[in-house]
């Protein structure tokens, strides 16, 4: 198990911090405010109230033992940003350090953040992907060229794999099918492919944008 | 092209908006502040200055029309279940709304919300899950059994293909070999694996997280 230090418990914070503890590793919370720090002290192995800016304290801490400290104050950007210089300075190993906003984002690289995440802005992304491809079920970028995705399928997808010919007219393949809860993989050219089946395509990008605009 | 309301335009809704009009949609943004509305202007294909808490308003608006209608107001609970509930009244045929913690999550379901979204809190799970499987670059979950995960590999994980014996070892199936940004498809036998090769593993969860624990 690795060993994790999170700085700030708001929603973000304690969400990493117990997610951390209940997959299996050690987890130390920090908080100036205990009552931020409350609803989080089952959830983590160590709950402590102390200001992150306080580079002498964390460095009482151990920082450096951690494999990972987060800085996840939010709406304080002063905090936000001294405390990541304060981590940096006391000896943490990696920091990954939350913005609200692009401009924020690049004074916390420029200050020590090894990464930024902006979690509104990025689930906002997320969320675009999804409601812009709803055919897509979810997807795993392979590289720059290359996605995996689970596209479901619909009327103009029937018949056997043989009469879809997916390989020959879009260049992609599939790789399994997933039909209710169960996963075939490797399916034959004889499989036949029923409504509401999800198959699990994989292909260069242009080709998976044709084939999902037949399926859109 | 698809139509999506978007209703405050904080980071969330505005990263949703300008997400989705870049994808090709077309979206209107509503704000009851213009100088939330003003940095999305030209990201959007109409922005208004309105209160969505306001019904009639919504149904001059057409909200019947839209595919998708996002409640992204934050902080102010009463506006968000207002805005929810008026939505839902003026016609709205899907609604995501915004929550910021578990109890208005379920507030917003019972009135109405087709989908609540908790961006802080989910990616702090998802941001969680990397850090707790650091040599699983990502994940495409199919079904409640099955994975495809792309893994780096590290010295232990040198040799061919037909060396490793993955799928004997393990029972999984090794779709594809990422390294650098090529993609290489079906590798046979012979291939030899490098360093840094982050190899497209498809398996249940029991056998990936196996292999997983050896590569950790
Ligand atoms: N100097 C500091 N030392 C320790 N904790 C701090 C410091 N400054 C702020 N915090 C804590 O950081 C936590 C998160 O910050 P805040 O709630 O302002 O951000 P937020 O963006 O609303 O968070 P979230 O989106 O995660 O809910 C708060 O609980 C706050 O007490
Ligand atoms: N009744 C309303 N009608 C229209 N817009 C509203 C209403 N109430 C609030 N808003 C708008 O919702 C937007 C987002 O809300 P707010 O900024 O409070 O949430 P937030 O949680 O900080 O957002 P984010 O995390 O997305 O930045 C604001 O720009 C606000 O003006």
Redesign the interface.
């Known amino acids: 198990p690795?060993q994790?230090l999170v700085i700030g418990t708001?929603?973000?914070?304690?969400?990493?911090a117990s997610?951390?503890y209940d997959?299996?590793?050690e987890v130390v919370a920090i908080d100036e405010d205990e009552h931020a720090l409350e609803p989080v002290m089952q959830q983590v192995t160590h709950a402590v109230v102390m200001d992150a800016t306080d580079e002498e304290a964390l460095r009482k801490l151990g920082i450096g033992g951690f494999d990972?400290v987060?800085v996840?104050i939010g709406e304080n950007l002063e905090a936000s940003i001294l405390a990541t210089v304060a981590v940096r300075a006391a000896g943490a190993r990696y920091v990954?350090s939350k913005a609200?906003?692009q401009l924020t984002a690049r004074v916390l690289a420029a200050v020590g953040a090894d990464e930024v995440?902006?979690?509104?802005?990025?689930?906002?992304?997320r969320?675009?992907?999804q409601?812009?491809s709803p055919a897509q079920v979810?997807?795993?970028?392979?590289?720059?060229?290359?996605t995996?995705v689970?596209l479901e399928t619909n009327e103009s997808m029937m018949g056997t794999l043989a009469d879809l010919r997916l390989p020959s007219r879009f260049g992609v393949?599939v790789?399994?099918v997933?039909r209710e809860?169960?996963?075939l993989?490797?399916p034959g050219a004889d499989f036949e492919v029923y409504l509401r089946d999800r198959l699990?395509v994989?292909g260069r990008n242009d080709e998976i944008a044709a084939l999902r605009d037949l399926l859109a």
């Open positions: 690795s994790f708001g929603r973000f914070g304690s969400s990493i997610a951390l997959f299996g590793h990972t987060i996840a990954i609200d906003g995440v902006r979690p509104e802005h990025d689930m906002g992304r969320l675009a992907r409601l812009a979810s997807a795993l970028e392979l590289g720059p060229d290359h995996i689970e393949q790789i399994a997933h809860d169960e996963l993989v490797n699990v994989l």
